[in-house]
Each structure stands twice: as C-alpha cells, then as structure tokens.
C-alpha cells in the first residue's frame, strides 16, 4: 500500500506537496486538470520497476505490449514551467504487504536528461527506519554511494548507476557490507508494491456474444478489461484458486439495481457465453445494456486482485445511472476492508463521492480511511486541495462549483420562469 506521493516538475505540476493516499483516495476535478498525471507517476515507476531491461533508469514507454503508457521523452514529462531546473521529482513512501522484510519504506528520485538525450537519475534515494541508501550523479555518469549520515561515499564510479529506478546494482551492495541485505529487502519490498498495483483505464473493451477458452489461468487484467472474461470464466470452475469472483461481482450488480447474478454457459467444447439474469430473464452479455459490460472490469478487478494490492480506476462509473454511481462508493469502502485492497479512483461522479460522505456519516468508514483531492489547472499548472470531511462527512471547504453551480441553476430557474409568468399575465 502507498501511504505519501510527492511530485515536482512532474507533467502538469510544480509540486504537488505531500499527497496523503488513504485505503479509498478519490481525485475529483475538472478535465485536464492534472488528475492523470498523478495515477501516471505511479504507472511510470511500475513499468520501469517491471522492465526486462535492470539498466534502465526510467522507462517512458513505447512498448504498446509491455507499457501501460507512453510518456514520450523527457521533455514531454518535464513540466512546461520547469524554468531553468530541468529535472523532475518522485517521491513516495509505502507499506509492505504480508510478511515482507521491511514492513515500510520511503523512495525519492530526481530525474535529468544526458548528454545523450536518454533520461536518467540524478539522485535516488531509499530509506527505511534507521537506514537511508544514497546514490548521486556526478560528472560522466558516475555516482556517489552514501549511508546514513556519513559524509565520505562508500564508493564512486559508473558502476554504482541504480537500476530500473528502485534498485542499487549488485556493486554497491558488496560495497555496503552489512547493511546491503537491508538496502536489497528494502528495493524488493518496493518492487512488489510496485508490481503489485493493478490498473483499469476509462476506455474498456465491448462485450462479444462468445468466447474461446482454453482454461489457461488468468493473467493481468489488462488495463482495457480485455481479460476480464477469462477471470470469470476461470471463477465458474468448482476447484478454481478464484472461485468467489463471480459471487462478488453478481452481489454488487443486485445491490447497483442493474442485475440480478451472472452465469457462465458452455455453448461448445471451448466456447463460453456470459448471461446475465434481469427481471427473471437471463440474457447474453451482449444483449444487456453497455452499462453492464462497463461496470464488469471495475467489479472484478476488486476481487481478482490479490490482497493488498493497490487498484487504480479512471472513471469507473461510465454509463452507469446515479444509483449504480453511489453503489460503487459502497463497493469501495467495504472491498477495501474485507480484502485489504487500496483504491485509487479518479471520477466525475457527484453520486459517488456524495455516498463516501453518506458511508462517513453512518460510521461505516472514517476521514482517516478516505481520502478526497480537488485538482484543477490554470496556465501555471495543477493545484491540489485535500478536502476537509468531519466525522459526520461534512466537507468544511468546498471549492467553487465544486460540482457545477446548482445553486446559480435554480436561481436561474427561478428567474426564467418569474419572467415567463409576466409575459402570461401581461404584468
């Protein structure tokens, strides 16, 4: 789980300031406002983390197979008001799931560009309890190894470069003698924090009337839900290890109103349909309305993922209606508890974001497990504000038309139809 993300120079922002990321972290705001690049940060450091490349210092992307996306080169990431420091920040802190080594750690990376156009570090650092590992560029892509509070490196050269951002090199481990296994534990806990968030854009697959399945086991998600269906169909064998998913997934569907239970047919010795039961009627997937198919990723991801994992949503409430919207706040919060998933969620729903305040009030979560960002741009970039909710999720500083100006509508209203009542009347 990520508990702190800390950006600077980053895209849209100058600095974020320390960003609290709780069990369930919502970022609201308006278009292009810089949400993404928040989310992106973190997919940055896990493609980078995940590359068969252990050299790389920072993967921006390009593999469409591999990637979950495409930065571009270093200028494209460096923010457009960066002034004469042309480099960007990372920062984040984290908890380690099960029985990890290093139950928490913190990494902070600057990020330059060579000679050679190739982005590169410029100063890492990892550190947990007593132990910060540093590592710092100097002339020639050589680096500096420092521990703790010693002022004299450990060692210099080209050989101490990190690697895939989060990881000294074997040189540098010999180099720290009794604190190398906790400098490795600490880049391994990392790495599986990492490897372990799972990510499900705005834009998701259309459901087929069949599919082929050759009972292989499922593996990512994908983050289109381009897999999701072979999640489903794996969950429908009797002895599956994700047996339950389609129980989870067909629970929230009844509560969100929009149906009653899934199933999955064999239609042939590989080929498989979906069906979804609606007022007693069970039709094909691709009969129901697309509200269905949208919502499906989202609800399986919550359950297919392993637990405490880290699961990252852009808009999960597409086509679905104002009820369905709330159900999802629901979802999230007890998902969250029951199998120790942390969501991160970037929406435009007032529906669900009204339900996380509802939930609050009842006592059903707490402003200490939800966490709530406002983001909106001008031209010199991204602002945040983490929204103040008591206990009785009231918000005590709303921005301004946070959620439009319903206000200003009915006064507008108001107006208009005062003014139609005249003309009737002759007044």
């Not at 190398?180 to 490897?195: I, M, T």
């Not at 609606?278 to 637990?307: E, H, W």
């Not at 946070?402 to 007044?427: I, K, N, V, Y």
């Amino acid at each position: 789980m990520f508990t702190r993300l800390h950006l600077t120079q980053f895209k849209a922002w100058r600095d974020t300031g320390d960003v609290s990321l709780r069990p369930v972290t919502m970022l609201l705001g308006t278009n292009s406002s810089g949400k993404s690049s928040l989310i992106q940060s973190l997919l940055l450091l896990k493609q980078t983390a995940m590359s068969p490349d252990r050299t790389i210092h920072l993967n921006l992307g390009g593999d469409d197979l591999r990637d979950y996306f495409n930065f571009g080169d270093f200028p494209t990431v460096l923010t457009q008001n960066s002034g004469s420091e042309r480099a960007f920040t990372i920062s984040l802190d984290f908890r380690s799931r099960g029985q990890a080594r290093v139950p928490s750690g913190s990494f902070e990376a600057t990020y330059g560009q060579a000679s050679s156009g190739a982005t590169v570090i410029r100063d890492l650092s990892l550190s947990t309890g007593r132990h910060r590992f540093r590592v710092i560029r100097r002339e020639r892509g050589a680096y500096s190894l420092l521990v703790d509070g010693e002022n004299q490196p450990r060692g210099k050269g080209r050989h101490l470069a990190p690697e895939r951002s989060i990881a000294l090199p074997a040189e540098a481990i010999s180099l720290l003698e009794k604190e190398g296994s906790v400098a490795e534990d600490l880049s391994l806990a990392l790495r599986r924090e990492l490897e372990a968030i799972v990510y499900l854009g705005p834009l998701r697959r259309k459901p087929e009337r069949d599919y082929v399945w050759n009972r292989s086991a499922p593996g990512e998600i994908g983050s289109d839900g381009d897999r999701v269906i072979d999640v489903l169909l794996a969950s429908s064998e009797r002895n599956s290890e994700y047996h339950g998913v389609i129980e989870g997934v067909s629970k929230w569907l009844n509560r969100m109103g929009i149906a009653k239970r899934l199933e999955v047919r064999q239609t042939s010795r590989t080929r498989y349909e979906i069906m979804v039961e609606r007022n007693g009627i069970m039709a094909n997937l691709r009969d129901v309305g697309i509200g269905v198919s949208q919502v499906l990723p989202v609800l399986t991801v919550a359950y297919f993922s392993s637990k405490g994992n880290t699961v990252i949503l852009e808009e999960p409430e597409i086509h679905l209606h104002p009820l369905a919207q709330s159900v999802l706040g629901e979802m999230f919060v007890e998902v969250s508890k029951e199998r120790d998933i942390q969501f991160i969620v970037e929406t435009h729903s007032e529906h669900l974001f009204r339900r996380i305040q509802t939930l609050i009030a009842k006592q059903k979560t707490s402003p200490a497990q939800c966490a709530m960002y406002f983001v909106e741009g001008d031209r010199r970039g991204a602002h945040l504000q983490q929204l103040e909710v008591d206990e009785f999720g009231t918000v005590r500083n709303w921005p301004k038309n946070f959620f439009g100006d319903s206000a200003g509508e009915a006064r507008e209203q108001a107006l208009a139809r005062a003014h139609r009542m005249r003309e009737r009347t002759g007044a």
